[in-house]
């Protein structure tokens, strides 16, 4: 087991549901928001819902916080789970590239306001999603791939 195994648990229909909405919007980027928990020091993220950009393109996504707490607050009433909420982002990039400078920056910024690290998946044209947990000051930078197979995390 790697760091990032040790740190994060993505399930199944997770990589699914980005690699779906990824080919749908392809050619421009997607991206939204990640649900799931903390449990210890590892986060374990059950659902992916997206958050719609209209103005997205091919280099650009981004998460407007209005439409984010909707489509947030409307998952978050269709799961039920008590432990569910938000524990970061994932959006794809057509082109063949993961997290760019950009993303880091957005994903730690966000990271500030939390007593918890957060995650960003990036959904690769490859088939891969590539996973940053962010720095805290209990918890270092990790960066790792997952592939985007079914295969991948649990319930």
Known sequence: MNDL??????????TSTIAAAAA?????ETGG????WWLDERIMVHH???????????????RDYDTAQV???EALGDQGHPWLGYVGDWHSHPANFGTSSQDLTSIQRAANQYDHPLVLLVH???GVVEAVIT????????????PDSPERGTT
């Open 124 to 126: 690769r044209t490859d």
């Open 71 to 73: 489509a947030l607050q």
């Open 5 to 14: 195994d040790q740190a994060l648990q993505v399930a199944a229909e997770v």
């Open 24 to 28: 749908a919007a392809h050619p421009r």
């Open 135 to 146: 720095a805290s000051a209990n918890h270092p930078l990790i960066r790792g791939l997952i």
């Open 33 to 36: 928001v990640l649900l799931g």
């Open 48 to 62: 992916a819902v997206e958050v719609p950009d209209p103005d997205a393109t091919q280099g650009s996504w981004v």
